[in-house]
């Protein structure tokens, strides 16, 4: 009897540790809603006229940009530690449409396009404020789409296929996608849109950053970086540089880094279209049958 109850305790502790080990991930998780939830409210009060609009707008940004190192983290610590479950799977999920979804959306809006003057002509303000409405939505359904789509795939290719052995993403993920919109206004430290030539590009941008995620094109992932190594020494140093001059020189760096992560995917799709046709014409193959249906006469139809 007394041999056996070290070995039960022994059990006992290693159950408990291994509970405990389940949490550290949706820890992470609920970080990542945390950020989602203080974006939303520092956004609400930029229009509750409670202290300085621009302040309030600059720190829901930096909270979205906060959160995406969050959420890289729960789903890494989760693979390491050998703790994934379906319900990390799901809380995860909804951690992200309520923190790239809804956060982002309303930031876009109200930054946008809430802050736009009287002085300018009436109906192009009216049409702004709308338009602006209806693409911020899109973007939401196109980022809870994107998660959707994300959940019930298994081993998704992008039709414009990288190279053997690495992985992409399928569209572009909504992290990304939130943190293009985050970015650009923490770039101009969340000074709001009070001019229409600006907000016009702005609604192109935030409809672009939608369509991108429900697109199948390639986007490059990170999961190839391994820190599990015996000696990630290199890769550290190079998260230590890249973490100095994210800080040192937060606006100009991400809002560069997340434009040229939303035009590497539309430039990896145009390049592929591009070498597929030039090896079509070099190789002498034909149009596809969709195509010369398209071009040729139909000798069964009447002229």
Not at 67 to 91: H, Q, V, W
Not at 161 to 168: A, D, I
Not at 169 to 175: A, D, E
Not at 264 to 275: D, E, L, M, Q, T
Request: proline share 6%.
């Amino acid at each position: 009897m007394n041999g056996r109850d070290p070995a039960l305790a022994k059990a006992k502790v290693k159950a408990r540790l291994r509970r405990g080990m389940f949490l550290l991930p949706s820890l992470f998780t609920v970080g990542n809603i945390a950020a989602g939830y203080f974006s939303i409210t520092e956004t609400i009060k930029a229009i509750s006229g409670t202290g300085s609009a621009e302040t309030h707008l600059d720190w829901a940004a930096i909270a979205i940009l906060f959160a995406i190192p969050f959420d890289a983290l729960d789903g890494r610590i989760a693979r390491m530690t050998n703790t994934c479950s379906d319900f990390g799977k799901e809380l995860d999920s909804l951690a992200d449409a309520i923190t790239f979804g809804v956060a982002p959306s309303l930031l876009a809006l109200i930054w946008g396009f809430h802050f736009l003057p009287e002085s300018i002509n009436p109906q192009l303000h009216q049409h702004l404020q709308q338009a602006g409405a209806f693409i911020c939505f899109l973007f939401l359904i196109g980022g809870v789409s994107r998660l959707a789509r994300f959940n019930i795939s298994h081993d998704a290719q992008p039709r414009n296929p990288g190279r053997p052995g690495r992985k992409y993403f399928v569209g572009m993920p909504i992290p990304a996608a939130a943190g293009l919109v985050a970015a650009t206004v923490h770039f101009f430290y969340g000074i709001p849109v009070q001019a229409w030539w600006i907000a016009i590009p702005w609604l192109i941008l935030v409809g672009l950053s939608g369509f991108l995620m429900v697109s199948t094109w390639r986007f490059w992932s990170g999961k190839e970086i391994n820190f599990s190594r015996r000696h990630p020494f290199q890769i550290l140093l190079l998260l230590s540089i890249a973490l100095y001059i994210i800080f040192r020189y937060s606006q100009v760096v991400l809002f560069l880094w997340a434009l040229t992560y939303m035009f590497s995917g539309i430039w990896a799709r145009a390049a592929y279209s591009w070498s597929r046709r030039r090896r079509r014409l070099l190789a002498g193959v034909p149009a596809p049958a969709s195509e010369a249906a398209a071009t040729e006469p139909d000798p069964m139809r009447p002229l």
